[in-house]
DNA sequence: ACGCGGCCCTGGATGC
DNA sequence: TGCATCCAGGGCCGCG
């Protein structure tokens, strides 16, 4: 399942397999996709040459001329040279040195579009992208803290909007929660900035832990060329419910949060409410201290 | 305005 | 063995 490690080393796979490439035509199956290219886009693909990739969020950029194809991977989305058809290829594309680039997905979550350079910005799925913690520089963790903090709901649930934070997925949410010791049902308005700015670190930190190990395999995920990431030797949480935590050896407990399975330890994350409630004169003078500080 | 549940979709696991 | 049911989840939509 892509999460920004994984569509990461998607694309640097792409990038190593499209060495100089044009693209001579591009066909699709007849299965419906999320969204799917049409026959006009279709007819502009032709001829046209692939600058270069990029990674947005979660999704793939082909960089052309005045456009961008747009690829992203859905839940078992994956990109391969073609060697030969299998079920559940939905795009081909045709290269001109001969070779044919297939995009295979069975779940059919994922998506294809085509965007001019000069709508991109406005764009709804790139206009309203938060930071994101890999190539993100000087993050202002303090706006965010402070938007953060005027909303109610669960932390798990903020950072895998893409709104706020790009990139952490189900897994990578899971797992940085346990890594910064923060309960995933904790609410936003209640966590201090300290637990939020680790927070923060933990995402970055596990999201880059990831692509130094080739993403996570999980059921469908696959590299460009096909070969396994091993990151999900390295979970301490995710998919671990009733198992014993590499760290206390407590029992790790599993539970839906906003319609996703989220796994945690009891006794590395305890669920409190400890924060500088705004109410009291003593936690107001805390606060002003906070805000200087960082 | 914002938070959350439902939906799309198929393959694999589980239950009977 | 074979069929039915459930579960996985990224992002969009609509409801309260």
């Known amino acids: 399942m892509p999460e920004l490690p994984e569509v990461e080393i998607v694309k640097c796979g792409l990038e190593s397999l499209l060495i100089n490439p044009e693209i001579k035509s591009i066909k699709t ?8 290219l049409n026959k006009k886009d279709l007819s502009f693909l032709k001829d046209q040459k692939i600058l270069g990739l990029k990674r947005v969020a979660k999704y793939i950029l082909f960089e052309l001329k005045e456009s961008y194809l747009i690829s992203h991977l ?12 299998r079920k559940h290829d ?18 059919r979550f994922g998506q294809f579009d085509l965007v ?11 206009s309203h992208l938060g930071c994101d913690p890999v190539v993100s520089e000087n993050v202002d963790l303090k706006s965010i803290y402070r938007s953060m903090s005027s909303k109610k709901t669960a932390i798990k649930s903020y950072i895998m909007d893409q709104k706020n934070i790009v990139g952490v997925g189900n897994i990578y949410a899971n797992e940085a929660l346990f890594r910064s010791q923060i309960h995933p049902l904790t609410q936003t308005c209640d966590l201090s900035f300290k637990k939020f700015e680790r927070l923060f670190l933990a995402i970055k930190q596990v999201l880059l832990d990831a692509i130094q190990a080739g993403g996570s395999t999980i059921s469908d995920f696959r590299q460009a060329g096909g070969s396994s990431g091993y990151f999900q030797n390295q979970f301490f949480v995710y998919g671990r419910d009733q198992e014993l935590c590499r760290k206390c050896s407590g029992l790790i407990e599993s539970q839906p949060i906003v319609g996703r399975s989220s796994f945690w330890c009891p006794s590395c994350q305890p669920y409190s409410k400890i924060k500088v409630r705004k109410a009291s004169g003593r936690a107001e003078s805390t606060r002003k201290k906070t805000s200087r500080t960082y």
């Open 116 to 126: 001019f350079k000069k709508d991109f910005i406005l764009d709804p799925r790139f």
């Open 74 to 85: 859905g839940m078992t989305g994956s990109w391969r040279i073609l060697d030969e058809k």
């Open 29 to 36: 199956s007849a299965k419906k996709l999320r969204t799917n």
């Open 90 to 107: 939905h795009v081909f594309v045709y290269l001109t040195d001969g070779r044919v680039l297939v995009y295979h997905d069975p779940r």
